[in-house]
């Protein structure tokens, strides 16, 4: 009860020590990289040599659910099992990428397992799965209300043997990152089709082909997340071969639904881990700073507000954990309930948890010297990223008035 | 995983039943009943039915622990299998009256299973658990901060064979019943003893020794919680015979340490029902209410409450059952941390959600022809029962920043 | 600036003193008339005597604008020079009535001041400036959205010279109280008017005619605010004259507009005076009494607490003057953006400083040895009070979003 | 009442024409050049054409206050009366250095008209005046909680004829600037004095004085508020000539005491206008942004959130206002614990408000294509700048308590 295999403990205890070794001791040396580079979207010398060390660690590719065990050396995990795992590596922004298990890779890689072709998987899902390359999820789009994916205008239209797509999208996480070659791109190939649910199709779209101009790197909060960062992107009468639909014409928002659900879990996974490690450091803090001649710790109002970050991280892991304990069970469609009110919850409270925790620590608290100021930035993002949450809450609320209202 | 026992399920299915085809259905006969009352503080005969019914149909003394199975037919349950009965029984307020399962006997049940000799157990817990007199749990002192045992200052004298007690307590909670038998009382028989946690000493005291007054029934927001409600009493050379200790003489402390962490436990459980039953409310009343030529349901606003009520209703609900589970696994003593957690957490999160939902029925919310307004005072109550949640949150703020100051 | 006129100020500091030298010290003896008489809702001794002392000491009728001078001695208050006089009078519950400035009777002494003809005013205006009667408006209704005063729809016919009531009302504040007499009654005299704010006509209904029947007293989280109180009131073939009508067919809407937006005020003037007084209280609290070998005003969250109550005070009350001088300035129709900003924001305010002020003096915060329980209601049922805050929201935002949309 | 001078609303008339003129319709443009600049802490040109502007329509040092009315074109004006105005600017982040009013340039000023020299006027006052010069105010220190201006560490020590300066400075605002030539530094000068308030003393020290290293630009939330920064500033041996001191040896905490307040309310009322900013952008957003099938603005969500808005922005202003006054009537000192409400209250409050606001934006509103991520990170650091509110809070908790205690 409440109890993970031990498969999944023995390969958090793993996990522990290389974060331990080989992770926080280069956050500093990381944001050096990072603040020299040149390009600030291309690949870090140092993430690859991370990346290494976390394969020879057997410590890859540890998002591949269980049934899709083929793919990964470790045999799958469930989304309970991996609940953990992704929060001891939601403790540092950048780690996930260490061990291939950065958005929006996992959940592109998981498309590729669920509706790619043979060929598809080669010349793609392969070289992902190894960290060769990255890929980019284009579905938001500047002008629609994008969490309801029948919203989506980009056009694709059939024309010969090729699709040719014409539309804007933003927010496209990764585009910008060199190290990036392919992109799932959603638009709306059939506009007329009675069923809004069929208008939409998902066509691959390598990142180099003709037509397609990086307007710009969008920032949040002023960060730009470099180096996978956000772009906005044009697609200007480009073209692909038939053979790069996934999954079939018309099937686009299908996918999407099977897509978005787990990421939003995985962000939640990570943003506990950014919340708890907030809490620690606002422990240390309070233990060893010295204000009006007693140590923070004894001030009321830090116990207080330590107590109480204590126990809503405590409710909002468990939340994570009973929703991914759900989807365990009964599947991503039956858990939409649990998964909308994890995803309007989590990022929202670890947002509050963490504004406590830089408070603590004074001005130093909202520098670059702490990690907790861009983990604030990606909690708050969270409350934007796949659909507002207000949205979310809408659908959410409309369903549990309905499920008491005949009772 | 997250999943009760058969035992526990079917308990719960039963516990449905009972609830549909007896209690809902009795609300306004009860509310009548006491309304009419001569004596607020006088047996309701609908109790007395009802309890009846409970006993046939396998509901009674479902709070007996496990390893108490001895005292129950039923067997005993885990903390975590009582959770979900105790939830349901939360959803009208006296409800647990029926299935002797109300505060504070069923503490004071425990006590008595726990340290009382075979003498006291006869003469006292056999007819408390039958559910023939009641008894209080005489603590809390309006001089002192009684959160902490350790300042309690009710003076017990031992003179020849008897002991002498003076003294004022208030918030005795059941004091007033009539059906009142015994107290449990706490007060400090060895001021000078070095340790503190020696000082305090617990005594069954009758509740018709002379000596003791009932000054007047206490309210809080304005209910006075009769039948059961709070007293001040005031013990002026109450004098009982040396066997009445429990325990022992300097154990008061030890046995108020065993007594409070479940009672604050079965609180937040009942609760978590409260707030349940109120969510469940605003459900139908969101189907069903107009206003402005759109049903509540549709308002934006409305759903968003709904959806932000469901989630903090299964955060909350999850914490109590981890709690449950961890006092399961490893006892009362090293769960203190997420009781004191639970405790400080829920409660507030309850008057919150219940407040939202009283604020959807309009003025109506706030009368007795719902059950919410009394559940709103229940968990704003809460939060100073036991001991206010700063005290509890500043003991968990230490200790977690401790844990955390040198890792 | 921000400063009241001379007699502003020297009424103020005679009520103070008033208040210092007959309310304060009679608090408990109030409570205790109240709790011993057998009629709830019959006038007490006390408040009798009060009033006396009240004209005597020219505190009387403090409400009356200058407009309506010649209605009082003091020759009336601009609305910003009431505001200080409420607010003191907002710090014991009942205070208001010895004043002959509680709620509902000012404003239904407006309404008469305002739109009665000469006789009406002769014969129960007179009374009621006098405090020899009171009276209640009766407009909310429980199945509709009274908050929408063209919701309403107590049937009001002609028949021949007389007009003819059928319809349930309810919170009608004062109507159980023995000394009302009158009751303005609001009703749809025109069901089929095309334009929905001439569909209302408001009557003047004596409380012994015929028809009338007092269902219920109604409470709210447990109080039932007697002798005033609020009830339910079942209206079944109650007939008055014709000259009973107020204002004349059709102008119900234009009489409830002018007389709900001033009420508004005067709740949360008095508000003001609840809540500082909780802090005082708190503050007196925090300075005497000891917890774990420090005075509560030592614990930085108890700083942290007062100091945050102290500033939301004080923005509240600036909310109040503001408003209370635009309509000075500008009248209550240009200034309804300004009184539903304050209607939706006091109250809840005041709610969650009481809430802390109470929770700083341990359980005995919640009785009545304290005021703040019982003030704690008060704010509480204003969120609802007039309409529930969320519909003036909808209307200020909806104006709000007007006023920036196209700039 | 609660209007003010024609002077202040004649300039604030003149100052929203060259808002609309000058400011809003170069916003691109100067975030274009400060992207495009080699190096971010130049001057930017656009910068410099706005200025010339500023100073011939009449809108130059619009903070300086009426008792130094000689350093100024127009007068001079009250702190009420210069609310509105800084109010104005702080609609854009970068404006108020248009007008010579940004911070830290205005405190400075003001402590070089109270307290410097005539010979340290000429030289740093006047060309400040002119906007030639920019300074920085250097009290803020890593190692010592710096809201206590008794804390700082950084030695000051006569030598010969000059004081020699050791120490480390952070978050030290404009120190980045190419354009700042000045630092007023605070130190510890005898630190054996038996008051704490006579240890410190301040000194000017030009920027390019030897022994002086901007180690590092400081980032709150990812921003380094380029051109004028907050920097990390090491003094090693750092020699002044002893004529270099402001107002005298030891007199240290008496000009911090002076400086800091009205800088507090600076930035408050500056918040205030960009919280407004950000209602009025919300609401044009609502207006115009159509998602499932309605305008936002047609969802009650929406409305209450911009109801709220409204509302607590017009508190905040009230209490910036409030508290004005006070400093115009009764002087800074008297005023303290209005200014700490209000520096308590509102930088939370507004950064609430911006939360919101950014939300209605979708994923849009993180970014740079609005303002309101930048002044969100303003909002949030106003919360640290000038010490945390919690240090504010603690003395204005006690006061308060000190002030009903003894009632």
Chains 1, 2, 3, 4 share one sequence.
Not at 2 to 16: I, N, P, V
Not at 66 to 93: K, N, T, W
Not at 203 to 227: E, F, H, N, Q, S
Not at 255 to 277: D, T
């Amino acid at each position: 009860m409440f109890q993970h295999s031990e498969k999944s403990q023995l390969l958090l205890a793993k996990l522990k020590t290389f974060m331990d070794e080989h992770i926080y001791p280069n956050e500093t040396a990381y944001a050096e990289q990072l603040h020299r580079a040149e390009n600030r979207f291309a690949p870090l010398p140092l993430m690859d040599e991370l990346k290494e060390k976390a394969k020879a660690a057997g410590l890859w590719n540890l998002f591949v659910p269980e049934d899709h065990a083929q793919y990964c050396e470790h045999g799958g995990l469930s989304f309970f099992d991996y609940a953990p795992l992704a929060e001891e590596m939601g403790r540092v922004i950048w780690a996930p990428e260490v061990f291939n298990c950065n958005a929006p890779d996992t959940g592109n890689m998981e498309v590729f397992m669920n509706y790619a072709t043979q060929a598809q998987q080669d010349k793609w899902l392969k070289p992902l799965l190894a960290g060769e390359i990255r890929s980019s999820y284009a579905m938001t789009e500047p002008q629609v209300a994008s969490s309801d994916a029948t919203n989506i205008q980009l056009e694709i239209k059939k024309d010969g043997d090729e699709w040719v797509l014409n539309g804007r999208k933003w927010f496209i996480t990764g585009a910008m990152y060199e190290r990036t070659k392919i992109f799932i791109v959603m638009g709306k190939s059939d506009p007329q089709n009675p069923s809004r649910h069929l208008q939409q199709t998902q066509v691959l779209v390598p990142k180099d082909t003709p037509g397609i101009t990086l307007i710009r790197p969008l920032t949040t909060l002023g960060y730009d997340d470099a180096p996978i960062g956000h772009a906005e992107i044009v697609f200007d009468n480009v073209r692909v071969p038939l053979e790069n639909v996934l999954l079939g014409e018309g099937r686009g928002f299908e996918i999407a639904q099977g897509r978005l659900g787990p990421g939003r879990m995985h962000h939640c996974m990570r943003l506990i881990g950014s919340a708890q490690r907030s809490l620690e450091l606002a422990c240390k803090r309070a233990a060893s700073r010295t204000t009006f001649g007693r140590t923070l710790s004894k001030h009321q109002s830090v116990r207080e507000e330590i107590s109480k970050s204590f126990s809503e991280i405590e409710m909002a892991r468990l939340l994570v954990l009973r929703t991914s304990h759900k989807i365990d069970e009964e599947g991503v469609a039956a858990s939409v309930d649990m998964i909308a009110a994890t995803k309007t919850t989590v990022p929202l409270l670890v947002q509050t948890v963490i504004d406590r925790c830089m408070q603590m620590h004074g001005a130093g608290g909202l520098t670059e010297d702490y990690f907790m100021a861009e983990a604030f930035n990606y909690a708050r993002w969270c409350r934007q990223a796949d659909g507002p949450d207000q949205v979310h809450q809408m659908a959410l609320g409309k369903k549990i008035i309905d499920r008491y209202a005949d009772q």
